[in-house]
């Protein structure tokens, strides 16, 4: 139920509000969050796009994304926790794909931890794996954890 959502691209202006979904989103483990000073280089990037989806005045997700020639990364994916299983992620995961199918981009990629939850909603927007990076990611408890890179094909294909 996503009636009440309202996506709409971030501007430097927004920049306090996408921290604040970052900060209650990311779990500091695993050093994954990006510094305000990072997300300030993808609003200069005319390449590059933050989408903020908002419930009412308050922000409750966000995507960073990146075109490179025929191809878009999807950079970044949180949903505030106590948004979660509304569709949020699932709203911004399309609004990333219209926004670089509409400069023309073909195939579609990620890459995340491999024991992050989120690998659920990525397989049922139609991703699947097409790499790993082995112990590419280190916790807080020294453990290691391989990174997966997933890939969808351009087109119009929903999976749900």
Known sequence: ??????????????????????????????????????????FALPSARV????????????????????????????????FRGRGIGRLLIDDWRAWA???GVEDYFLEMRADNDAVHLYERAGFTECGRRPAYYRGNDGKLR??????????ERRVD
């Open 1 to 42: 139920m996503t009636a009440a959502i309202r996506l709409a691209t971030a501007r430097v202006g927004d920049l306090a509000a996408v921290m604040r979904v970052m900060d209650a989103a990311f779990e500091p483990a695993y050093g994954e969050a990006w510094t305000g000073a990072q997300l300030l280089t993808l």
């Open 51 to 82: 989408c903020l989806a908002w419930e009412g005045e308050e922000a409750c997700g966000f995507s960073a994304a990146r075109i490179a020639g025929p191809e878009s990364e999807l950079l970044l994916l949180a949903v505030d926790p106590q």
């Open 101 to 103: 199918a509409g400069q």
């Open 146 to 155: 391989d990174a997966i890179t997933m890939r969808r094909p351009g087109g």
